[in-house]
């Protein structure tokens, strides 16, 4: 007995509008395996052909998180991060990230934020730890600089307590990014120039802004102010910094992150809002 097993490989494509990162995975199609039975006798040579179809495999994710993150590692210590700029509020404090488990850990808090409303969708759990190992390479490639501009990865961790450890995983619980970035020549707010190859950057100081991001906050420590004290932590870093305008953009559906930003001071930016309009997105403005 011969068998002849034919396979066609199709793309499955996964993705969707915002930050979802769209996954390519290879599925083996239902394509018939024809098995050929071939029986002599003296006089007669007679073939049958049977048609098995073969089961679709689920994909597999490769897990390429980096071999050298130490998931028992502690929390640094006060004493580690005295030199640091730090900001201290209840039981917590917001710090730049320092440690890559510190960074892994803001990755996760940010798969964990944008798959918070899907929960039963298929294969979630893989999706998340793709999303996060593509965020975390993301914030480490920040680290080495775009175009002139400077990036930080806030934590909030709980405070140090006597007689009690905690691994850098339990410890955080929020995180975003901000960076320093200068308009494009023309620009009066980012974004309102579309960028191509030949845009020139105004390194100017007053064309200096702070840019906010990826802000999010683990389910069970919301509503302890975590997001609001990263964003005080944010505007005293831009005043050190001398820089005078902080952006953000925020989902139109997003009431309570609205709802924040303009408890804090963030005003609409009106020249963006028809720019946005097929995005469902504002632009949001403070002025340190």
Same mark, same amino acid.
């Given at each position: 007995m011969s068998t002849i097993s034919m396979y066609r490989t199709e793309v499955l494509a996964f993705s969707s509008n915002g930050l979802r990162p769209r996954q390519k995975f290879q599925r083996i199609s239902p394509s018939p395996t024809i098995k050929m039975d071939c029986k002599s006798t003296e006089t007669v040579k007679k073939e049958e052909l049977s048609i098995q179809l073969q089961t679709p495999s689920i994909p597999q994710l490769e897990n390429s998180r980096p071999s050298n993150l130490r998931f028992d590692r502690l929390q640094p210590s006060d004493q580690e991060l005295v030199q640091h700029k730090r900001l201290e509020f209840g039981k917590f404090v917001a710090r730049e990230a320092r440690l890559d488990e510190e960074f892994w850990t803001a990755a996760w808090l940010r798969a964990e934020s944008h798959w918070?409303?899907?929960?039963?969708?298929?294969? !979630?759990?893989?999706?998340?730890?793709?999303?996060? @190992?593509?965020?975390?390479?993301?914030?480490?490639?920040?680290? &080495?600089?775009?175009?002139?501009?400077?990036?930080t990865c806030v934590v909030t961790a709980k405070k140090e307590e006597r007689n009690v450890k905690r691994t850098v995983l339990k410890s955080v619980v929020g995180t975003l990014d901000f960076s320093i970035r200068h308009l494009f020549h023309g620009e009066s707010f980012p974004g309102e120039r579309e960028k191509h190859l030949f845009c020139s950057i105004n390194r100017t100081h007053m064309n200096k802004y702070v840019y906010v991001s990826n802000l999010c906050v683990a389910k069970s420590a919301r509503r302890q102010g975590i997001a609001r004290n990263m964003l005080y932590f944010v505007i005293e870093s831009a005043r050190s910094s001398g820089v005078?305008?902080?952006?953000?953009? !925020?989902?139109?559906?997003?009431?309570?992150?609205? @709802?924040?930003?303009?408890?804090?001071?963030?005003?609409?930016? &009106?020249?963006?809002?028809?720019?946005?309009?097929k995005q469902d997105m504002y632009l949001l403005c403070l002025k340190t």
């Open positions: 918070e409303d899907r929960p039963g969708e298929r294969y !979630v759990d893989s999706f998340k730890r793709k999303f996060a @190992e593509q965020e975390f390479n993301a914030i480490k490639r920040r680290y &080495e600089g775009q175009h002139g501009q400077t990036y005078e305008l902080i952006y953000v953009h !925020v989902h139109r559906n997003n009431g309570p992150a609205l @709802e924040l930003y303009q408890k804090i001071g963030f005003e609409m930016v &009106e020249m963006a809002s028809s720019q946005l309009l």
